[in-house]
């Protein structure tokens, strides 16, 4: 029968602890390179034209979102004339009382973002609103995309005992891995790639740095 010594030394999965400290550290370089590139992405998003147009369609979009100073452009769909409710400082323009506060039906007013903070466009005769939500464009958010654990499945000779639970601590084991954890199986590689059994188990190295038994 095969034995455990001979297959780890034909499988890559095992790895002594000065090869498993480079893969850790090729990890960390590798996430770092992600996130200079998610950075970048990002910034590149923020550098659109800072006075691009909002178009709304009142009474259909119900959210809108900009900074200062960009031009946010409200179409009325609703059928019917819109009577602005007070804005507040979320847009530049003032809001007064007068004619001037109306949008017929079929209309569109160009506003302008104001401060930065939260509000709403409401009109005074019916219940729809259009929230409004000015961001501050100095601050970025930069989404990371998720660690995805890698999971590494080992495989030795089955020994004289006939348990798996016999396997050698020293078989197979990574710096800072559980020991045991194997399981009887079958695979084709042993016996010269005539198969038989093999005791198996399954390894997975996290974000956090640490291996663990899966499966």
């Not at 369609?57 to 959210?63: A, F």
């Not at 509000?119 to 930069?142: E, N, Q, R």
């Not at 004289?160 to 194997?182: E, K, L, R, Y």
Request: hydrophobic residues 40%; charged residues 15%; neutral net charge.
């Amino acid at each position: 029968m095969t034995t455990g010594h001979r297959h780890l030394a034909r499988l890559p999965a095992p790895r002594p602890a000065r090869q498993l400290a480079y893969y850790q550290g090729m990890k960390k370089i590798m996430r770092f390179f992600v996130g200079l590139v998610v950075v970048a992405g990002a910034s590149v998003g923020l550098a659109a034209p800072a006075h691009a147009a909002h178009v709304v369609h009142l009474c259909s979009d119900t959210s809108v979102e900009g900074n200062p100073g960009q031009t946010l452009i409200l179409i009325n769909g609703c059928g019917r004339d819109w009577y602005f409710k007070d804005w507040g400082p979320i847009i530049q323009e003032s809001w007064n009382s007068s004619a001037s506060s109306v949008l017929g039906s079929g209309s569109s007013r160009t506003l302008t973002f104001g401060a930065v903070g939260t509000g709403s466009i409401s009109t005074f005769y019916f219940s729809d609103s259009l929230a409004v939500t000015v961001h501050d464009p100095t601050v970025k958010t930069v989404t990371y995309p998720p660690f995805v654990g890698h999971d590494w499945v080992q495989q030795v000779g089955v020994p004289a005992s006939g348990s798996c639970d016999d396997v050698s601590s020293t078989v197979g084991h990574w710096v800072g891995a559980p020991i045991g954890g194997w399981s009887l199986s079958w695979a084709q590689w042993i016996n010269d790639g005539q198969g038989g059994p093999v005791c198996t188990r399954e390894l997975q190295d996290r974000q956090d740095g640490t291996i663990v038994l899966v499966g």
